[in-house]
């Protein structure tokens, strides 16, 4: 079933607007609506933190403390095929796929894991200082956001930081980027408590397009009254070229293609 967005509905980017992050010219910035392309099962039990594609294969880590894993999914049945637990006392955040391995963060434990990503086997750590959202990575770079508007920029041999990216939409820092994911060379960062992703330069951390998914799977519709239950979860399946979207609890991932909103 093909689901259209035809309106941008004003509680997602309203919610920016009033935070006071992009202003009255955020209408010069692109804004995106979505088409359903497909629609499978997700764990209503995922804590979802971070979502991304290796070699074709899908693969989640997901939060809550005592309850974080790392998962590798079947796609069409939402089953998981391959789990491992995080140790009992970190909250899971995002992840992300570097050579034969998987990063995975913590929330506030100041600590990253490395696990085998056939096995799953936790091989080391690393340390960082504040906060770990969410991860992403290209053929250079490993992107780790923190909650703010900064995206640190991480060696990915090292894990040791290189630089930040400061992220402004019209010159205005855009707080709280939660889950990343590199999608044909641009950086989408979902902002936490929001239905929106931004689409973000790398080189210049400039807001270049706003993705609105407030329709995708309204509040009522997520199975679950907690208010943890935001949009959460960005993978690019590279080779297929195929973009797919979740949230904590939600009971569905879409793949969806986006649709650029005329008369922004
Ligand atoms: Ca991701």
């Not at 933190?49 to 790392?70: M, V």
Request: glycine share 12%; charged share 20%.
């Amino acid at each position: 079933m093909l689901k259209l967005a035809t309106t941008v509905t004003a509680t997602a980017l309203s919610a920016l607007v009033l935070a006071g992050a992009c202003g009255a010219a955020n209408a010069a910035i692109p804004v995106y609506g979505f088409v359903v392309k497909n629609t499978y099962p997700h764990d209503t039990g995922a804590f979802t933190q971070g979502l991304f594609f290796r070699d074709g294969q899908l693969y989640e880590t997901t939060g809550l403390t005592g309850r974080s894993t790392l998962r590798r999914l079947d796609l069409k049945t939402g089953k998981v095929l391959q789990k491992a637990d995080l140790p009992p006392n970190v909250f899971g955040e995002g992840s992300t796929a570097v050579g034969n391995n998987i990063l995975g963060l913590t929330w506030q434990s100041k600590t990253g894991y490395v696990f085998d990503a056939k096995t799953f086997a936790m091989k080391g750590s690393f340390p960082y200082e504040g906060e770990g959202w969410g991860l992403a990575s290209d053929a250079k770079y490993v992107y780790m956001s923190d909650g703010s508007a900064s995206i640190r920029v991480l060696d990915p041999a090292s894990l040791k930081e290189l630089k930040r990216i400061q992220v402004t939409a019209d010159g205005k820092p855009i707080d709280s980027l939660n889950e990343l994911e590199i999608v044909d060379g641009e950086l989408y960062a979902n902002v936490w408590g929001t239905d929106v992703i931004a689409r973000i330069d790398p080189g210049s951390g400039k807001v270049t397009g706003w993705i609105d998914l407030s329709n995708l799977l309204p509040r009522d519709k997520r199975g679950t009254s907690s208010a943890d239950a935001v949009l959460n979860g960005i993978a690019w399946d590279g080779k297929r070229k195929k973009l797919y979207v979740t949230g904590k609890f939600w009971p569905k991932l879409f793949e969806i293609e986006l649709v650029r909103f005329e008369g922004r």
